[in-house]
């Protein structure tokens, strides 16, 4: 038998392993664990602030840990970090590329990231001596846009590509740490673990991923979508992954039972998840979708128990505040709302 | 030739990383659902109260909602 034919044989049975050894720890189901529950009653969302100052395609929001201050970023050439209580500009950072597909705000506060078709994550301090923001670092080596960057650290950020990898940087020296290699489709986007050991990918083969970050390695992978993985998130407690896909579905994954536990759908849904996140306790799943709508799931359920109709791409974070974007002739907004 | 060798060569090595990989995720330890789902149903229901999605916040205490009255800066 050739090289070739032998290593064909063991990665099948390799496969046909995992798949066994999955099921043998299907004893129960969520809709079990979760049967003496009632669904969440139907959740109403308002319109409380709306950060006007764009003036083209919000492509990507990130909320800083105070969850006061976040940054946008738009195809306007601009990066602007706001204060979504007063909606005043802190900032607004003239990008060398306009063509950015991500944005990100640092654990500190200190920085925010950017980066897209330039293929480049730039990182900007925004507590520079002299008050001006400038370009800190450029870190480039993908060679594939980037389309998702998220800090561990004011010294640490991993970014994802169309290039089908993640990079783990140095940001002192500029240099890539690690490179997470495995991925046989562009990835699309990232999340780290609230304890920060591991991170997990979406891409466009269909599947997510969990790496360990220290290791370099991949640890898991979870396939069951039937097209790109364009949004991802960890589950409050780290123990579970929710993924958004073109396939108009999300699912959730449980990390340590090694598979889905249940999708989240609707036949009256059919265009893609853009973005998502879940609300704080968990329970709740807030997801963008391709028809400009946010639908909220009860994510113990799988119902939808809430729906907030906005305008065109809707990028998501943190689950307490809701931030849809708009794009129209002339102006853009991103408005942050609350539910009451 | 030697371009042919080189891209089955490649090839091989592709199929050894993938072996490779499979052997890592095949040799975790996996977890009965009736226990990780469990818990996380218990979370949900332990974080409930500080949801304000679920639970609401108080005009007082929602930094979004414009104040009625007079705010002393």
Not at chain 1, 29 to 58: D, F, N, P, S, Y
Not at chain 1, 66 to 86: E, F, P, Y
Request: glycine residues 8%.
């Amino acid at each position: 038998m050739g090289e070739m034919e032998q290593l064909r044989k063991e990665a099948e049975s390799l496969k046909d392993q995992i798949t066994a050894a999955r099921k043998a720890v299907q004893d129960s189901t969520l809709q079990e664990a979760a049967a003496g529950i009632t669904v969440v009653g139907r959740i109403q969302m308002k319109t409380r602030k709306t950060l006007r100052g764009h003036l083209a395609k919000i492509y990507a929001m990130h909320w800083s840990t105070d969850s006061k201050l976040c940054v946008s970023a738009s195809q306007d050439g601009k990066l602007i970090v706001w204060d979504s209580v007063t909606t005043n500009k802190v900032n607004a950072i003239p990008l060398k590329s306009s063509w950015v597909m991500t944005c990100a705000y640092a654990p500190s506060g200190n920085l925010v990231a950017c980066g897209g078709l330039d293929n480049m994550c730039s990182i900007y301090n925004l507590k520079g001596k002299d008050g001006n923001v400038k370009v800190m670092r450029e870190l480039a080596a993908h060679t594939g846009y980037l389309s998702c960057c998220r800090f561990i650290s004011d010294t640490e950020i991993i970014t994802s590509s169309g290039d089908c990898t993640c990079i783990l940087w140095d940001i002192e020296t500029g240099t890539q740490k690690t490179v997470f290699a495995g991925h046989q489709g562009d990835c699309m986007s990232l999340a780290v673990a609230p304890d920060f050991k591991f991170f997990i990918s979406g891409a466009c083969d269909f599947t997510a991923k969990l790496w360990d970050i220290r290791e370099g390695t991949c640890r898991q992978t979870f396939g069951g979508h039937e097209s790109d993985v364009n949004a991802i998130g960890f589950f409050p407690n780290g123990n579970a992954v929710i993924t958004g896909s073109d396939d108009a579905t999300c699912k959730l994954f449980d990390l340590r039972a090694d598979q889905e536990l249940i999708t989240y759908q609707d036949s009256s849904i059919m265009c893609g998840v853009t973005s998502l996140a879940p609300s704080m306790s968990g329970r709740l799943l807030l997801a963008g979708y391709d028809d400009f709508n946010v639908n909220i799931w009860d994510m113990l359920k799988a119902e939808r128990v809430g729906k907030y109709m906005w305008k065109l791409y809707i990028p998501l974070e943190n689950g307490r505040k809701v931030d849809p974007a708009e794009d129209s002739e002339g102006s853009s907004r991103v408005a942050v709302g609350t539910e009451h | 030739m030697s371009g042919k060798m080189c891209s089955s060569s490649n090839s091989i090595i592709q199929a050894q990383k993938l072996v490779d990989q499979l052997q890592i995720e095949a040799a975790m330890e996996r977890f009965k659902i009736s226990l990780t789902a469990a818990d996380l149903v218990q979370y949900c229901q332990e974080h409930r109260r500080s949801d304000p999605l679920l639970t609401g916040i108080s005009a007082s205490s929602n930094p979004f909602k414009d104040k009625k009255t007079c705010v002393l800066l």
